[in-house]
């Protein structure tokens, strides 16, 4: 599984760099506007919305659980200062995927008791896209958080997360996670629709 986090730079907007994920395969994207309110967000929001459905993508987005509903999004990713998980779920009932930002085993043993569809979990290393940043989980962080999961019976899907290079990605998928989230590697490739495709392609040799 690879999960695009959109983002935006001196080349791309947010919905190009949407457009160059989902013309490189991907299937599961996030839109994820820090800072802007939700009256700026919804008509990229629904015109990304709209690609994702003729590309076949799940479509989710950061933070904003009442847009989410309001477009019929597919689902809404949570961090750690956003609404509870359990609280989203009582608002969008069950139909609606929703994932939760862990550091730790103990981030995502309480999203998965109050119902998360997955953990996006990190950071894999330091990254610019995030404020704030929580302790860098690395290899080790992510065999750990998944033999604790074994211990305590807990199945769910992990996502890395935190600047993630290509080159990171056999690493962390022997580890037994289910997929990566990738933003920066791809918006800062020469040619970002060749390098998703790549790393489409990295991923599916380690499929259980």
Known sequence: MIQFIS????????????????DGGCKWIQL??????PEEIMPIALEAQQ???EAGATFII??????????????????????????????????????????????LL??????????????????????????ILG???????????????ISIPIVAIGGITIEDIPDIMQTGISGIAL???ILRADDPIKTMQEIIDITQKYKK
């Open 139 to 153: 290899v080790e962080g992510y065999k750990n958080i998944i033999e604790q999961m074994k211990r305590h019976s």
């Open 110 to 135: 309480a999203h998965y008791k109050a119902g998360a569809n997955y953990i996006g979990c990190g950071p894999y290393r330091f990254t610019t896209t995030k404020e704030n940043l929580s302790p």
């Open 51 to 53: 690609m994702c459905r």
């Open 62 to 107: 950061d933070d904003h659980v009442a847009l989410v509903k309001e477009i019929h999004a597919d689902g809404v990713h949570l961090g750690k200062n956003d609404m509870p998980i359990q609280d989203a779920r009582e608002l969008l009932g069950p139909d609606y995927i929703i994932g939760g930002t862990a550091n730790t085993f103990e981030d």
């Open 7 to 22: 983002h935006y730079n001196e080349r791309y907007t947010y919905l190009d760099s949407i457009r160059l994920a989902l």
């Open 32 to 37: 994820r506007m820090k800072k802007k309110s």
């Open 183 to 185: 933003s920066g590697t």
